[in-house]
Structures are given as structure tokens and as C-alpha cells.
């Protein structure tokens, strides 16, 4: 989110609402100039901000694994374990987790094959 961390390539407050609009969903990345300087305070900043605009069902842990340099705290996948359990320590029940974590990505990626191949027929 832009109003976390002034990087001109995170979405703005506007941006993020017609993504919810049209069932989009929201990956948080992990490269620290999109995130800012302190890796778990400002993941948690994110999803609450988006959790206040009433956008549970559209946020997935993102990541961005596939070339970027990453913070200490999560330097690759076997890491984002580590991640849940200080996001639980934080506050955040394990419903929304859960959500995060799997079923909004999942739900999105069936609605989208659904669409998909409904087209098809």
C-alpha cells in the first residue's frame, strides 16, 4: 500500500479499491523497497490498512522469490512459516491467516478458471 510505503510502484488507496471491485486480489510483496525497513511491522501494516478498507477476501501473501533480494527475516519459502507464527503473535486471528495465506489465492484462482472456461464452451 502506497500510504505505508511511498514507493511510487505500490497501489494507492483508489488503485486498491476498483482491484477489490473487480475481484482482484492483492499479493504483499516482500522486497524491501515496496515494503519498507522493518519486514514484519510493515507486512502487518499492510494487511491491517487493507482489513480496514474491508478487503479480507482479497489479500495473498505475495512474495517475490524469484529474483529479488529479500529481507533477512524471510530470505525464501521455508520461511514463510515463520511469517504466520509472528503474524499470530501480532494479533491477527488464524481465520484471516488462513485466508492470506491460502483461500483467497485459491478462490481467485478458481473464479478466474471458471471464467475461463466458461468462455470456452
Given at each position: 500500500?502506497?500510504?505505508?510505503?511511498?514507493?511510487?510502484?505500490?497501489?494507492?488507496?483508489?488503485?486498491?479499491?476498483?482491484?477489490?471491485?473487480?475481484?482482484?486480489?492483492?499479493?504483499?510483496?516482500?522486497?524491501?523497497?515496496?515494503?519498507?525497513?522493518?519486514?514484519?511491522?510493515?507486512?502487518?501494516?499492510?494487511?491491517y490498512h487493507l482489513c480496514e478498507m474491508?478487503?479480507?477476501?482479497?489479500?495473498?501473501?505475495?512474495?517475490?522469490?524469484?529474483?529479488?533480494v529479500m529481507p533477512k527475516?524471510?530470505?525464501n519459502v521455508s520461511k514463510i512459516p515463520d511469517l504466520h507464527a509472528k503474524l499470530l503473535e501480532m494479533g491477527l486471528k488464524k481465520d484471516l491467516l488462513y485466508k492470506f495465506f491460502y483461500k483467497n489465492g485459491y478462490d481467485f484462482t478458481t473464479n478466474l478458471w471458471q471464467r475461463?472456461?466458461?468462455?470456452?464452451?
Open positions: 500500500c502506497r500510504s505505508i510505503c511511498g514507493n511510487k510502484r505500490n497501489l494507492t488507496d483508489s488503485q486498491i479499491k476498483l482491484l477489490a471491485q473487480k475481484g482482484g486480489i492483492i499479493g504483499l510483496n516482500f522486497y524491501p523497497p515496496f515494503l519498507g525497513d522493518s519486514f514484519y511491522d510493515d507486512i502487518y501494516r499492510n494487511i474491508g478487503l479480507e477476501n482479497n489479500i495473498a501473501i505475495g512474495s517475490d522469490f524469484d529474483g529479488a527475516e524471510i530470505k475461463a472456461f466458461s468462455i470456452l464452451k
